[in-house]
T-cell receptor
Framework: AQSVSQHNHHVILSEAASLELGCNYSYGGTVNLFWYVQYPGQHLQLLLKYFSGDPLVKGIKGFEAEFIKSKFSFNLRKPSVQWSDTAEYFCAVNAHNNNDMRFGAGTRLTVKP | GAVVSQHPSRVICKSGTSVKIECRSLDFQATTMFWYRQFPKQSLMLMATSNEGSKATYEQGVEKDKFLINHASLTLSTLTVTSAHPEDSSFYIC???????????FGPGTRLTVL
């Protein structure tokens, strides 16, 4: 079964700083990759997803992620964070054509105004 | 986009009682729904896959007699926590795929507190 690891448990940044959250997965086959965000008191929302094609995917709110197959990585980036980006970020993976989704432990992002 | 709702959003119960949580797909049909639990400051852990018209599939370590799942229709799945104990206190989240097998939509979650 696939598994996901997120290296950063808690990241604290100042506004306008650049962000990169690490995500690595373990699975031998073709995968779909996702980043979800959970704002305080709210439910999970999809930020972006990669199924195939261009490994650099752009999502909502200025986020992007790059799939590097050789490194089994799907890191999330944003050039300039805002206070409103304070949230929990989850990387997730499922095997291609399989709804069984596995989540990383999550990274809490705190952006200081 | 597709919307998934859960009811109730929050429930507090006494130890030993049973609690039912509903998950509904509001504007689409879902033959499969997923149930997760999320402990404080931890990630979502898949508990089971709910299948309309057949038995649910449970993940290893999840007691099927304790967490009863019923997928009554194409828009409703229920999770019943039977004989709840304080260690069952958690955030329970459901999801359903829509618009292709690989896209899931999540409900807002149900916070269960067992006293």
């Amino acid at each position: 079964a696939q598994s996901v690891s997120q290296h950063n448990h808690h990241v604290i940044l100042s506004e306008a700083a650049s962000l990169e959250l690490g995500c690595n997965y373990s699975y031998g086959g073709t995968v779909n990759l996702f980043w979800y965000v959970q704002y305080p008191g709210q439910h999970l929302q999809l930020l972006l997803k990669y199924f195939s094609g261009d490994p650099l995917v752009k999502g909502i709110k200025g986020f992007e992620a790059e799939f590097i197959k050789s490194k089994f990585s799907f890191n999330l980036r944003k050039p300039s964070v805002q206070w409103s980006d304070t949230a929990e970020y989850f990387c997730a993976v499922n095997a291609h054509n399989n709804n069984d989704m596995r989540f990383g432990a999550g990274t809490r992002l705190t952006v200081k105004p | 986009g597709a919307v998934v709702s859960q009811h109730p959003s929050r429930v507090i119960c006494k130890s030993g009682t049973s609690v039912k949580i509903e998950c509904r797909s509001l504007d689409f049909q879902a033959t499969t729904m997923f149930w997760y639990r999320q402990f404080p400051k931890q990630s979502l852990m898949l508990m089971a896959t709910s299948n309309e018209g057949s038995k649910a599939t449970y993940e290893q370590g999840v007691e099927k007699d304790k967490f009863l799942i019923n997928h009554a229709s194409l828009t409703l799945s229920t999770l019943t926590v039977t004989s709840a104990h304080p260690e069952d206190s958690s955030f329970y989240i459901c999801s359903a795929p829509s618009g292709g097998k690989d896209t899931q939509y999540f409900g807002p979650g149900t916070r269960l507190t067992v006293l």
